[in-house]
Nanobody, 119 residues
Framework: VQLQASGGGLVQPGGSLRLSCVAS????????MGWFRQAPGKEREFVAA????????FYGDSVKGRFTISRDFAKNTVYLQMNSLKPEDTAVYYC?????????????WGQGTQVTVSS
């Protein structure tokens, strides 16, 4: 399984970005797909997750109401729409896949994409 994340960049506070994670290598029908982030000097933080089938979503407390996770079957892609961005959202964002479908168990990771929120 390969995960390719993209879409990061520099954005002003209050702005928006959409991250993409393209998955390849096998079918993902039972997978849970997620986004994590890690800021310098901080631990990795759960951001959001989505079931590949059934469209259940989960969010970290710090992003609820501002970020939206979605997926596109045809493109094998998971998106993270980030609105009302704050400087504290600055981090490297990673996409991940859980074969078991459990949020405690992540098997595959993408390479990360940098998001910087600054004026």
């Amino acid at each position: 399984v390969q995960l390719q994340a993209s879409g990061g960049g520099l954005v002003q506070p209050g702005g928006s970005l959409r991250l993409s994670c393209v998955a390849s290598g096998r079918t993902f029908s039972n997978y849970l797909m997620g986004w994590f982030r890690q800021a310098p000097g901080k631990e990795r933080e759960f951001v959001a997750a989505i079931t590949w089938i059934g469209v259940r979503t989960f969010y970290g407390d710090s992003v609820k109401g501002r970020f939206t996770i979605s997926r596109d079957f045809a493109k094998n892609t998971v998106y993270l729409q980030m609105n009302s961005l704050k400087p504290e959202d600055t981090a490297v964002y990673y996409c991940a896949a859980s074969v078991s479908g459990r949020r405690e168990d992540w098997n595959y990771w993408g390479q990360g994409t940098q998001v910087t929120v600054s004026s």
